[in-house]
């Protein structure tokens, strides 16, 4: 009936389908781990009654950039259900946000050293995270995030805990690969890392963001 009135190419948005989705995937991990949230990628499909319907079955925002953090605002997700990733943040933006309560997963050390700034010249307490980069045995080498084998990531995680506005809450990677063998390998080398972090650093953990390619 669709093809007859508009012509063949056109998208069916099915919220229905995409709540069951999203429940069965939430269900899946539950059985294994209750403590499992979903934080939708609104890069993936920013349509508002979509993101609305992740916020009303209890999910977070994922964030690549100042449009989808204002959109995840907009249709009321609270500031601390929405992280922020991705390689780039504006310095502007990042002020509103983090003074907002919104958690930012720092992606190289430029970012982290603004990051700094940012906290002090309001000297508030801001939420980050650090996105870990690791051998995940694809074949391919990610270009974003921290190496988890370089000092810099270390220095990193220690110098948040330091800095008198700066709460260290997580742990996050994301890598393109989306066969369930890299899933499960980048899982694998997340809790590798986690087992190397100092009693403290363990202890400020409050999520460990595993990434995403589920959907797909």
């Known amino acids: 009936k669709i093809k007859s009135e508009i012509g063949s190419c056109f ?18 991990f539950q ?19 979509f993101c609305k319907a992740v916020l009303n ?16 605002l907009n249709v009321g997700v609270p500031p601390d259900k929405i992280f922020f990733n991705g390689p780039f943040k504006d310095k502007i933006y990042l002020k509103k946000f983090l ?10 050390f430029e970012e982290f050293l603004q990051i700094i700034e940012i906290s002090k010249s309001f000297k508030s307490k ?3 995270g650090v996105r870990c980069n690791f051998n995940i045995f694809d074949g391919t080498v990610s270009r974003f995030g921290f190496d988890s084998e370089d000092n810099t990531i ?25 066969s369930q063998e890299s899933w499960r390998n980048a899982a694998n080398q997340m ?18 963001s595993l990434g995403g390619g589920l959907y797909g």
């Open 31 to 49: 059985r294994y781990y209750s403590k499992t949230s979903i934080a939708y990628s609104y890069k993936t499909n920013y349509l508002p009654s």
């Open 99 to 108: 003074r907002l309560g919104g958690t930012v997963n720092i992606d190289c």
């Open 154 to 178: 270390r220095n990193v995680l220690d110098r948040i805990l330091t800095e008198p506005y700066l709460n260290f809450t997580g742990l996050h990677c994301h890598f393109a690969s989306r």
């Open 126 to 128: 801001c939420s980050v």
């Open 191 to 208: 809790c590798n890392f986690i087992s190397t972090l100092t009693t403290q650093q363990k202890k400020s953990l409050k999520y460990v």
């Open 57 to 72: 079955n209890g999910g977070f925002a994922e964030v690549v950039s100042d449009m989808e953090a204002d959109l995840a």
């Open 11 to 28: 998208y069916v948005a099915n919220i229905e389908k995409f709540i069951n989705n999203y429940n069965l995937l939430l269900n899946s």
